[in-house]
């Protein structure tokens, strides 16, 4: 069965979670690119790639399921180790930015 | 309605590249080194669905496997070089 022969119960919402994730991923890291201080930019990124790497990972399980006409669900690996690692990385940076500002307080965006 | 999902999958990889490349613009732009290593951890996340992209348009499982590497080496790589930042080593004695 190849990609072609989907049928439309699979390939809609597959497509549907596939436009959402490339959207919620886009825009975390334009937030990255965008954002003024460290603090704001640490929240675009850790936000938005792990709920654009939920979407698409379901939308493959989705699609890889209906190719293999049987219960493939090996992407759940991805994911639930993409939502265990990425608070844990965002925790850390944000613990090494705050020692490297010397301990004091974020500073607030500039007017 | 594959033309639909064929469609998504271009516009997701289109997302995609956009998100590395702005990754990529904070990485040689950013002020401090703790900007560079998140918009490392961002540029991987980002290839890793690529990846998946690529996967999901073949139709083949070998990309899940490198995806999962890529998943597990940069958070190694995030997390040793967020405790260099933060300890001055990475494996303290």
Redesign the interface.
């Known amino acids: 069965m190849?990609?072609?022969?989907?049928?439309?119960w699979v390939?809609?919402p597959?497509?549907?979670l596939?436009?959402l994730?490339?959207?919620f991923?886009?825009i975390?890291?334009?937030g990255?690119?965008r954002l003024g201080t460290?603090f704001q930019?640490?929240h675009a990124?850790s936000l938005g790639?792990t709920l654009?790497?939920g979407c698409?990972?379901i939308?493959?399980v989705l699609?890889?399921t209906a190719?293999a006409n049987r219960p493939v669900a090996?992407?759940i690996?991805?994911t639930v180790?993409?939502v265990i690692?990425a608070p844990?990385?965002a925790m850390?940076?944000i613990?090494?930015?705050v020692?490297?500002s010397g301990g004091r307080p974020a500073p607030g965006p500039k007017p | 309605m594959n033309s639909l999902l064929s469609f998504a999958i271009g516009f997701a990889q289109f997302c995609f590249v956009l998100a590395m490349l702005a990754a990529a613009f904070r990485l040689l732009r950013g002020p401090s080194a703790q900007d560079r290593v998140l918009a490392l951890d961002t540029f991987y996340m980002n290839g890793m669905l690529t990846l998946l992209m690529l996967g999901i348009r073949s139709g083949t499982t070998v990309y899940f496997d490198i995806a999962l590497l890529i998943a597990l080496f940069g958070f190694v790589g995030s997390v040793a070089l967020a405790k260099f930042l933060l300890r001055g080593e990475v494996i303290e004695p």
């Open positions: 190849t990609l072609e022969s989907l049928s439309a390939a809609l597959a497509a549907i596939l436009i994730g490339g959207l991923t886009a975390g890291s334009l990255l690119a460290f930019r640490m990124p790639n654009g790497t698409v990972l939308a493959s699609v890889s190719l090996h992407e690996l991805i180790f993409i690692t844990m990385t850390l940076l613990r090494a930015a020692h490297r």
